[in-house]
């Protein structure tokens, strides 16, 4: 993009809201209103405002003197969260590979935006089967395998906040009709540990997948394995399970999660 295109497009209050949270460093830590108007170049009353919107959204906080402000949380989960995204798809794709060669079926890691999953890595098999899923790909998180993982440890009043509907949209007749239905499913997933679902989303796949968890507890994102075929084989069911929730739990050790001890059961 050129520069003409770039002065063009660009929002000035966003370029002067991101300016001020770059003017803290470690030798400023702390700065007070009229000396980041004096650094950017920009009237107090516009600096003052920006900094109440920076402030209501978690990005600065007043200091202990209550004239001066510092950064807030938001900036730290910010960059918490682009480190996890970068350790998350480069340590998942050697897992997801071994998975691939082990089981032979497409291995694929996903994470959560809003109502969506989305792809962030994928080892596919080398098979006859063509997925039409790459990295980048959306799905709706409440009428797939993977995104059932990854809702998995919401609430009842969670899920109804991100869908107020009365009727959530279906993909097919597996598809959950509400956010109480949802969640009767949600419930059993997470007390599981992970979800099998033979034709969920679309008739002729059939899926496995674990949740990965974060330092924190929280679910990262969620791993599975994709199965080209309308219903798992039988004697297949467990080894599927069982590989997919150790892959999972390999990864979740790799982001620095570690499983407290009430919480560990056989896979089956």
Do not use: W
């Amino acid at each position: 993009m050129s520069s003409t295109d770039t002065s063009r497009y660009s929002v000035p209050g966003l370029e002067r809201g991101l300016r001020i949270l770059t003017e803290f460093t470690r030798e400023t830590p702390v700065l007070a209103a009229p000396e980041l108007a004096r650094r950017l170049d920009v009237p107090r009353t516009t600096v003052f405002r920006l900094l109440v919107t920076l402030e209501s959204l978690g990005f600065v906080e007043k200091s202990s003197n209550g004239r001066e402000y510092q950064l807030g949380t938001a900036v730290l989960k910010l960059g918490f969260e682009y480190l996890a995204s970068l350790a998350l798809t480069e340590l998942g794709r050697p897992i997801l590979e071994q998975l691939r060669d082990e089981l032979n079926y497409s291995a694929n890691l996903v994470i959560r935006d809003g109502r969506d999953v989305v792809y962030v890595q994928k080892a596919a098999a080398g098979s006859i089967f063509t997925s039409s899923v790459h990295i980048g790909t959306r799905l709706p998180a409440h009428a797939t395998v993977l995104g059932r993982v990854l809702l998995s440890h919401h609430g009842l009043h969670a899920l109804r906040a991100l869908y107020p509907e009365e009727q959530l949209r279906p993909y097919g007749r597996h598809t959950p009709a509400s956010a109480e239905a949802l969640y009767q499913l949600l419930k059993a997933d997470k007390e599981r540990g992970y979800v099998i679902a033979d034709g969920f989303f679309e008739s002729n796949i059939s899926t496995i997948a674990a949740p990965v968890f974060k330092q924190g507890g929280e679910v990262a994102a969620a791993l599975g394995v994709t199965v080209p075929e309308s219903k798992i084989p039988e004697s297949q069911r467990q080894t599927l399970i069982d590989k997919v929730v150790a892959a999972a739990a390999q990864l979740s050790a790799c982001l620095d999660y570690r499983a407290p001890a009430s919480a560990a059961r056989h896979a089956g």
